[in-house]
Structures are given as structure tokens and as C-alpha cells.
């Protein structure tokens, strides 16, 4: 917000009595307001905009599950880049395969998987980059970072999306701790 420039003034003892007046059958709040009402000057604000949610509310399955099928796409390779639509063809193979009680990720959320599965894969995508998991050296190539994740977390990964059965009541907060 610009502040706009201020004047002082003076005012005799009769002209200061007439804005009191002025100021109380006007209702107006402030000697400004009262001096903007007798001049006819607009000085209402206009209105805020309201601000727009950052965030969608997502309601798909949940980030967690997503983040271990992303990085589950370079179990058993060391280098190998990835494409955007590589990744993608992955994890939609991780959530179409069936657990043991029958159920799939996509079954549990079909409209969510048809509408928004690309663009929140593309989310998760910036924050596993932003958390240290992953590099993208070039636009649409996606790079793991493999001395930041241990052998232990990566059974962890697979434990997760091989045995973490389809529910709407899963809440896992956060798989992995940020990487510096």
C-alpha cells in the first residue's frame, strides 16, 4: 500500500467548531473523512481482492504413497534419467496393481485418477526436488539423488507401496525426512 502525502493545516477556533459539528452529524470517523465529505470527495477504498487459495484441497490418494511410487521409479537403477511421462506411466502402474485384499489406489479415487493424477504427480515432483530427493538438470528430466537416500529407506519405499493397502483413512504425514 502507498502512503500518500500528508499536509498539516491550521485551523482558527471557529472553523475547528464547525468541523466538530460537521464531523458529528455526518457521522463521518476522522477529521479527513469529515473534510472529504464537505469537498465531495470520494475517498472510499476499494475492495480488497480476496486472496486466492495457494493450494486446492486435495482429496486423491495421499501424497506419501505418491512420493514412494515416484521414487520406487529408479529402484534398481543406479544413473538413469527419467521422463516426466516415465515417471507418470510408473506411478499409475503402482496404483492400478492390485493388494492382496483386491483394492487399488485407482478404484479408491477414480474421478481424482482420471482428473488430476498428472498435475498433482507434477507437484509432488517439485517437492521431492525441493526436499533433496530429486534433480531435474534439464526441463521434463528428472535425476535421483542417490547418495541422499539409504538402503534401508529404499526397502522402506518398497515396504510402503507393496503392503500399505488402499483406504480413505490413511494419513502417513511425511515418509521421509528432508534432505539438506
Sequence with gaps: MVDKKRYPIQLDSETKAALDKHLKVSGSKSYKASIANLLDIDTTQPKAKKPRGIYKEHNGVPASIIDAAILRCWSGERIRDKTR???????R??????YPNGTTWMELYPRWYKESLEGY???RLKSLKRRGFIDNP??????MSWIAITTEEVLFLRLVTEYIEPSKQLNIPQLLRDRE
Excluded at 85 to 91: G, K, M, P
Aim: charged share 35%.
Design 121 to 123: 504427480v507434477d507437484d
Design 93 to 98: 502402474d503402482a496404483l492400478e496393481r492390485p
Design 138 to 143: 534439464k526441463k521434463g528430466v528428472w535425476t
Design 85 to 91: 511421462a516415465e515417471i507418470i506411466h510408473s506411478v
